[in-house]
T-cell receptor, first 116, second 114 residues
Framework: AQKITQTQPGMFVQEKEAVTLDCTYDTSDPSYGLFWYKQPSSGEMIFLIYQGSYDQQNATEGRYSLNFQKARKSANLVISASQLGDSAMYFCAMRDLLGSARQLTFGSGTQLTVLP | DAGVIQSPRHEVTEMGQEVTLRCKPISGHDYLFWYRQTMMRGLELLIYFNNNVPIDDSGMPEDRFSAKMPNASFSTLKIQPSEPRDSAVYFC????????????FGSGTQLSVL
């Protein structure tokens, strides 16, 4: 069974600063994918970034990067140059890439507040 | 391209009433997922379909919940009879075939059962 742990219920960051949101996972699957989603106060779920367990490099998408440490089973999201619009709930999720299951398993989320 | 479309956006009903939530996935997507989000339990998978066939319904809470996908462009989640503990945000999501494919989520239905 897969498990995602996000230990930071809430985080604060000053505008224009970088922030790291933690995500650790537990799985017995040798091949898996890790996803990050953003949920602003309006409620929609917005995909941010994807990392495959066998990808050679850490994923980056604009101001978002993923600090993937496979041995530690962590996939932390780094947001550089925070903006007020980054204030939202952030979810880490994973999926097994070898088995037949297609659903994502989500963590409990981290509420990020960007301060002006 | 239109995203995943859910209706209604908000639903308020009384305990015991039947509730039907609707979802139109993105055209060409092979998978459709129903998730429920609550403060206590976070995001939980209820059921998902592949090419209109239910694959995993182990997350459906009980017999009061049922889901159908009569064709590739439409799915329903029905609760009958509804109870106050069903109050939550219900999300529909769809994705393409590949295992690296991300899920595209609808805007969700905020359900309140009084």
């Amino acid at each position: 069974a897969q498990k995602i742990t996000q230990t930071q219920p809430g985080m604060f960051v000053q505008e224009k600063e970088a922030v790291t949101l933690d995500c650790t996972y537990d799985t017995s699957d040798p091949s898996y994918g890790l996803f990050w989603y953003k949920q602003p106060s309006s409620g929609e779920m917005i995909f941010l970034i994807y990392q495959g367990s066998y990808d050679q490099q850490n994923a980056t998408e604009g101001r978002y990067s993923l600090n993937f440490q496979k041995a530690r089973k962590s996939a932390n999201l780094v947001i550089s140059a925070s903006q007020l619009g980054d204030s939202a709930m952030y979810f880490c999720a994973m999926r097994d890439l070898l088995g037949s299951a297609r659903q994502l398993t989500f963590g409990s989320g981290t509420q990020l507040t960007v301060l002006p | 391209d239109a995203g995943v479309i859910q209706s209604p956006r908000h639903e308020v009903t009384e305990m015991g009433q039947e509730v039907t939530l609707r979802c139109k996935p993105i055209s060409g997507h092979d998978y459709l997922f129903w998730y429920r989000q609550t403060m206590m339990r976070g995001l939980e998978l209820l059921i998902y379909f592949n090419n209109n066939v239910p694959i995993d319904d182990s997350g459906m809470p009980e017999d009061r919940f049922s889901a159908k996908m009569p064709n590739a462009s439409f799915s329903t989640l029905k609760i009958q009879p509804s109870e106050p503990r069903d109050s939550a945000v219900y999300f529909c999501a769809s994705s393409r075939q590949g295992k690296r494919e991300k899920l595209f989520f609808g805007s969700g239905t905020q359900l309140s059962v009084l």
